[in-house]
């Protein structure tokens, strides 16, 4: 009993470790990337594989070594799954729409909507321009639905 124990306290420990471990690379991602989208990749992929791997390894370790389960320990690792990856995209989906800078690779991509570092002034203005308008039509076209 005392073997099986142990056995499972060093698998515990190693998945807590092994938690650590991504929550490292995803630390270093977050440093090294080079725009908005790469750095919410590396945040939310590897924070909600380091969580989870943690928290597994916590609720191994109190159900063999002290007898008991957590009840927080189970909510925390739901509630993190569920929010991390929606919250992630929803960040990543707010900087598409504001016009985030994008990294490229080739030279084919250089020159995409996206990209805007590689526009010229005037086409920045235009688009500016287009976007206010496109705003203000969605606005006023719910204003007048809230008249009628």
Do not use: C, W
Not at 62 to 84: D, E, K, P
Not at 120 to 133: F, G, H, L, N, V
């Amino acid at each position: 009993m005392a073997m099986t124990n142990d056995i499972i306290e060093l698998l515990a420990a190693f998945l807590v470790f092994a938690g650590s471990l991504i929550a490292l690379v995803s630390a270093i991602g977050l440093v090294r990337f080079r725009d908005v989208f790469l750095r919410i990749h590396a945040a939310t992929k590897a924070s909600t594989a380091s969580v989870l791997l943690t928290l597994v390894g916590v609720f191994i370790y109190f159900i063999i070594a002290q007898g008991y389960y957590s009840v927080r320990t189970l909510l925390a690792l739901v509630f993190i799954n569920i929010t991390a990856p929606v919250g992630g995209h929803l960040i990543s989906r707010a900087a598409y729409r504001t016009g985030a800078y994008m990294y490229q690779k080739n030279a084919a991509q250089q020159n995409t909507d996206l990209n805007k570092e590689h526009l010229d002034e005037e086409a920045k203005r235009q688009i500016r321009i287009e976007k206010r308008a496109k705003r203000r039509k969605r606005i006023y076209s719910r204003l007048d639905k809230d008249d009628a």
